[in-house]
T-cell receptor
Framework: GENVEQHPSTLSVQEGDSAVIKCTYS??????FPWYKQELGKRPQLIID?????GEKKDQRIAVTLNKTAKHFSLHITETQPEDSAVYFC?????????????FGPGTRLSVLP | SAVISQKPSRDICQRGTSLTIQCQVD?????MFWYRQQPGQSLTLIAT?????????ESGFVIDKFPISRPNLTFSTLTVSNMSPEDSSIYLC?????????????FGQGTRLTVV
């Protein structure tokens, strides 16, 4: 089955700096890669996603890159703000069925220091 | 998007008892998913619930411990049976709108279970 690894497990950055979180996956059939943000005590929420036919996607301060050959994808947050502090989870899924499940990475706790 | 109501939001239970968690979605969905999130950990899929058929359980999870019902396309329940302190965790239900062409997964607010 699919296995998703995520690094680093914790990350501290100064406000305004960039943060990068990296994930690798094992199943080459995976074709959909979302990133979820989970604030303390709240449900995970999607912040950005990428499909396997795209190499990069950007949404304001957030971008995701995908390298299918190497089976890794990364989350980039620029100009970080204190409200970016949260746990971030990457995930991988094979999205060829009606309703797919996800394999999540172990998470990265991001702290943005003012 | 999908709006998911999950209850209870939290509970403290005695070991050996059972708790049933309910998940209600504001639209019809083919599949519903149940995850467990242990303190400070990632989300682990327990099972996938289809309407009208038996749930499909992931490795390490069994029906006797986590029976699931899916009586219609907008509702599901997960029961945590014969609880022990090791079952203390957050349980989340999830759906996606794949049937409408979307891929985003939406989560309920979670049920924080403490077994004493």
């Amino acid at each position: 089955g699919e296995n998703v690894e995520q690094h680093p497990s914790t990350l501290s950055v100064q406000e305004g700096d960039s943060a990068v979180i990296k994930c690798t996956y094992s199943d080459s059939a995976s074709n959909y890669f979302p990133w979820y943000k989970q604030e303390l005590g709240k449900r995970p929420q999607l912040i950005i996603d990428i499909r396997s036919n795209v190499g990069e996607k950007k949404d304001q301060r957030i971008a995701v890159t995908l390298n299918k050959t190497a089976k890794h994808f990364s989350l980039h947050i620029t100009e970080t703000q204190p409200e970016d502090s949260a746990v971030y989870f990457c995930a991988a899924s094979i999205g060829d069925n009606y309703g797919q499940n996800f394999v999540f990475g172990p998470g990265t706790r991001l702290s943005v220091l003012p | 998007s999908a709006v998911i109501s999950q209850k209870p939001s939290r509970d403290i239970c005695q070991r050996g008892t059972s708790l049933t968690i309910q998940c209600q979605v504001d639209s019809q969905v083919t599949m519903m998913f149940w995850y467990r999130q242990q303190p400070g950990q990632s989300l682990t899929l327990i099972a996938t619930a289809n309407q009208g058929s038996e749930a499909t359980y992931e490795s390490g999870f069994v029906i006797d411990k986590f029976p699931i019902s899916r009586p219609n396309l907008t509702f599901s329940t997960l029961t945590v049976s014969n609880m022990s302190p090791e079952d203390s965790s957050i349980y989340l239900c999830s759906v996606n709108d794949r049937a409408r062409g979307g891929t985003e997964a939406f989560f309920g607010q979670g049920t924080r279970l403490t077994v004493v």
